[in-house]
């Protein structure tokens, strides 16, 4: 049985904004968990979110099995894509963490890169975060495995999963591709979660740079 230790994420922008459970012990590749029954697993909206493990800055493993019965946010990133240090420099991300927080106290929210075809933006991630004042834990999927899983086409692409584990939206992080936004659809997901509500919408065509995989 895995030992699960805790990661505090010390300096969010709200204090305590989330506790990540990881395990360093026996977890499978994502590759492996991305099948069951021997088909490839794929997330769809309404449907329980896909299990993978990626690995943190330091090498430790994080299951998505880990946040178990809280709310999860996911958020593909590449610190190369115009649009992804956009959402960062004007706030859109900051706010999105500070008022999911404030729907969910011990809401997960988590940076996933899956842009290996450009090493660098692996390596520029805790810096670009860092730069940013954004207190996200970095998940590195250097084989494209879960971006392809859950169909992560640009950055950034977001995807909410309730407290039962069920997908419940993806897309754009909010209506801003072009001029003035007026909805957050990350917050707007949460705050209907929050008051017993069906999703909606719940899934939008999502904007930014596309993610670089592997070839």
Known sequence: MRTLLSIVLAGALAAGFTTLAHSADDTKPAAKQAEKGGKKQTAKVGEPAPNFTLKLEDGTEWSLSDAKGKVVVLQWIN?????????????TVANAMKDAKAQFEDVVYVAINS????PSSFDATPAYLKEHKIDLPALFDRDGAVGEMYGARTTPHCFVIDQNGVLVYQGAIDDNERGEGKTNYVVNTLTQLKKGETV??????????SVKYKR
């Open 115 to 118: 842009s290996a075809a450009r």
């Open 79 to 91: 610190p190369e894509c115009p649009v992804c240090v956009r959402v960062m420099k004007d706030g």
């Open 200 to 209: 909606s919408p719940s899934e939008t065509r999502p904007y930014g740079c």
